[in-house]
């Protein structure tokens, strides 16, 4: 007897996902998967990495085939299939085959939408320009390629600083090509805090990648035989062979919504936990659908192959009769930049504040440390940069950012499971990992992190920030504790010279009416100085990451003298 007749729609990351696990589930299940595009389950997060020829062959991006779905598992692909309309009454799908041309019906007992989500079509004039690319399918990346092999490009434009425009940038230059970057909003990578980011622009800046924050591209337009000029709000331009636009994704909805099917808010599919649509007889998946942040508690959009992937999964089970929910998402994410990673699980303190949520209900804290990605008397240490968000009522880890060249992406994950778990930040501070000299450190930067905001939850230090440095108030004293060349090489303005050395001997010189904020290089040396200071009956406080970071912070956001000057937040 023939089971369930189970038909999917879009054949990839969530798509390609669920079908399988449908047929681990059930042998008797029908199972079809209708696909739009020439391929089936293909790597986009490859395609960057094709243009730049660190993936060569185009088949190596071809994670399975229609004949590998038929032998292995025994579904039917068929491709070059669009689902054009769904008859929810009648349990009936509308295909459009594109080679024939033919439209005929398929019917359903369950239906999984997994269509993806389209790249955002900015209102730009120009965009339909020979040399001007989207980057979604390999037949994008692949006329990329060929503009870059056979008509010699020597320069692009990205425009959009998100991860897709930066990994597009970096593989650019790995083929020799001059690359800007254009960016409309104040910061690369907007789903990031700018002080974290900001290291990514120096790297681009030290490959030769002109960034340009706050531009606006208004238009694009022929340039003859040099290719395309993009003009900007501003009146500036650049003149291009090849202009890529990637400013994020949109989900993709039409059908659903021309089914009737639920849309929510910000234009993604909605669903409730067991994947299902506002149709018990139809789930949906992936990058079309809203989910829920679960720090937050709002909806949101994360378009990853990741949760896509996971949700997939939990459609087929739930199609297959088991109880299982999707938990929702935190955000997990890494971009790789030449040598360096930038990692983000949870929202940023941006969201955070954007959202209103940052002193209430979580009367939020943050604390920066810098340490070694290894044990520093192991060769080849290198530093990550570390930012964790919590609640100061109850030590609750909220979020988590990372940057350096080693060990960040660890560590986020590391601090993405105890996130997922309700973890807090006495749970990093007795977290038990891996340690040799060549790999961690006995004390983790997982169990750092967790150690200096423990002492910040339990009492122990109050920590002040690199932005508390711009309006210091007249009864507070600034005290850097680093050593003499330290500080001639550069201070806080205003701030008096004690190195920690010399601290308790000096201490007389320190006026008890004020409160003492206390600063070194990444945070650790004036942690001590906080705490000697506090014991003998001062009000100090710690600078979290120390001059390092407020240096990077005034950077980040324009303040200090040099490229960026003049930009405000
Ligand atoms: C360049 C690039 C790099 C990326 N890198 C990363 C990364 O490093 N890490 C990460 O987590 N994520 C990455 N992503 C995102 C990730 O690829 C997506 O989140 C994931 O593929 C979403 O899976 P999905 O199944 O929802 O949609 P998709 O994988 O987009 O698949 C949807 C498919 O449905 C088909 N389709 C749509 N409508 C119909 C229809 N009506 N009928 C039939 N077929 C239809 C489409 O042709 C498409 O093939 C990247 C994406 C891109 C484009």
């Known amino acids: 007897m023939k089971g369930k007749r189970?038909?999917?729609?879009?054949?990839?990351?969530?798509?390609?996902?669920?079908?399988?696990?449908?047929?681990?589930?059930?042998?008797?299940?029908e199972i079809i998967i209708f696909e739009r595009g020439p391929f089936v389950s293909f790597a986009n997060c490859g395609l960057p990495y094709y243009v730049g020829d660190v993936i060569r062959r185009e088949e190596h991006l071809l994670?399975?085939?229609?004949?590998?779905?038929?032998?292995?598992?025994?579904?039917?692909?068929?491709?070059?299939?669009?689902?054009?309309?769904?008859?929810?009454?009648?349990?009936?799908?509308?295909?459009?085959?594109?080679?024939?041309?033919?439209?005929?019906?398929?019917?359903?007992?369950?239906?999984?939408?997994?269509?993806?989500?389209?790249?955002?079509?900015?209102?730009?004039?120009?965009l339909d320009l020979p040399g001007v690319f989207f980057v979604r399918t390999i037949p994008d990346s692949r006329a990329i390629r060929r503009m870059i092999d056979e008509r010699n490009a020597g320069s692009a434009v990205v425009v959009g600083g998100g991860y897709i425009g930066l990994e597009m940038t970096e593989n650019l230059v790995r083929r020799g090509l001059q690359v800007t970057v254009l960016e409309m909003q104040r910061q690369l990578m907007p789903a990031c805090d700018p002080e974290m980011v900001w290291?990514?622009?120096?790297?681009?800046?030290?490959?030769?990648?002109?960034?340009?924050?706050?531009?606006?591209?208004?238009?694009?337009k022929e340039a003859g035989s040099e290719g395309l000029t993009v003009r900007l709000r501003s009146g500036e331009s650049v003149r291009a062979p090849l202009v890529i636009v990637a400013v994020g994704v949109r989900p993709e909805v039409q059908l659903a919504?021309?089914?009737?099917?639920?849309?929510?808010?910000?234009?993604?599919?909605?669903?409730?936990?067991?994947?299902?649509?506002?149709?018990p007889a139809i789930w949906a998946v992936g990058d079309a659908v809203e989910v829920v942040h679960v720090v937050t508690g709002r909806q949101t959009l994360l378009p990853l192959a990741g949760p896509a992937n996971r949700q997939g999964r939990i459609a087929a089970d739930v199609i297959c009769g088991r109880d299982v929910?999707?938990?929702?998402?935190?955000?997990?994410?890494?971009?790789?930049?030449?040598?360096?990673?930038?990692?983000?699980?949870?929202?940023?303190?941006?969201?955070?504040?954007?959202?209103?949520?940052?002193?209430?209900?979580y009367d939020c804290e943050k604390i920066y440390?810098?340490?070694?990605?290894?044990?520093?008397?192991?060769?080849?240490?290198?530093?990550?940069?570390?930012?964790?968000?919590?609640?100061?009522?109850?030590g609750k880890i909220l979020g988590f950012q990372a940057v350096g060249k080693k060990g960040a992406?660890?560590?986020?994950?590391?601090?993405?499971?105890?996130?997922?778990?309700?973890?807090?930040?006495?749970?990093?501070?007795?977290?038990?990992?891996?340690?040799?000299?060549?790999?961690?450190?006995?004390k983790d930067p997982v169990n750092l992190a967790g150690m200096i905001a423990a002492n910040v939850v339990r009492g122990d230090v109050d920590v002040v920030h690199a932005e508390d440095m711009d309006r210091v108030p007249q009864d507070v004293l600034v005290l850097d504790v680093r050593e003499p060349f330290e500080f001639r090489r550069g201070h806080i303005p205003g701030a008096v010279h004690i190195p920690l050395g010399a601290l308790r001997q000096r201490m007389d010189e320190l006026p008890r009416d004020r409160e003492i904020w206390a600063y070194c290089y990444v945070g650790q040396r004036s942690y001590v100085a906080a705490r000697a200071l506090r014991q003998y009956g001062y009000r100090a406080k710690n600078l979290s990451g120390g001059y390092r970071s407020y240096t990077t912070w005034r950077k980040a956001l324009g303040k200090a003298s040099g490229v960026f000057e003049g930009q405000g937040r």
């Open 6 to 29: 189970i038909c999917i729609v879009g054949g990839v990351a969530g798509g390609a996902s669920c079908a399988a696990r449908a047929r681990r589930l059930d042998e008797r299940a």
């Open 63 to 126: 994670v399975a085939t229609p004949e590998m779905f038929r032998q292995r598992f025994n579904i039917e692909v068929r491709l070059h299939s669009e689902v054009v309309g769904i008859d929810r009454e009648g349990r009936r799908i509308l295909v459009r085959d594109h080679q024939t041309g033919r439209d005929y019906h398929e019917a359903y007992d369950a239906l999984v939408l997994a269509p993806g989500a389209s790249p955002v079509r900015p209102p730009i004039e120009g």
């Open 199 to 220: 290291p990514l622009q120096e790297v681009l800046a030290e490959k030769g990648v002109d960034v340009r924050l706050g531009a606006q591209v208004e238009r694009i």
């Open 257 to 279: 919504r021309d089914a009737g099917l639920t849309v929510g808010q910000l234009g993604g599919i909605r669903v409730d936990d067991k994947m299902q649509t506002s149709d």
């Open 325 to 361: 929910r999707f938990r929702g998402v935190q955000g997990t994410a890494v971009v790789g930049l030449f040598d360096h990673v930038l990692t983000i699980t949870g929202p940023s303190e941006k969201t955070l504040k954007a959202l209103g949520l940052w002193n209430d209900p």
């Open 369 to 394: 440390l810098h340490p070694g990605h290894h044990a520093s008397y192991y060769p080849g240490a290198e530093t990550i940069a570390m930012k964790l968000v919590f609640s100061r009522k109850d």
């Open 409 to 442: 992406v660890r560590r986020t994950d590391v601090i993405a499971m105890a996130m997922q778990k309700g973890g807090t930040v006495f749970d990093l501070e007795e977290a038990e990992l891996c340690y040799a000299p060549q790999f961690g450190s006995a």
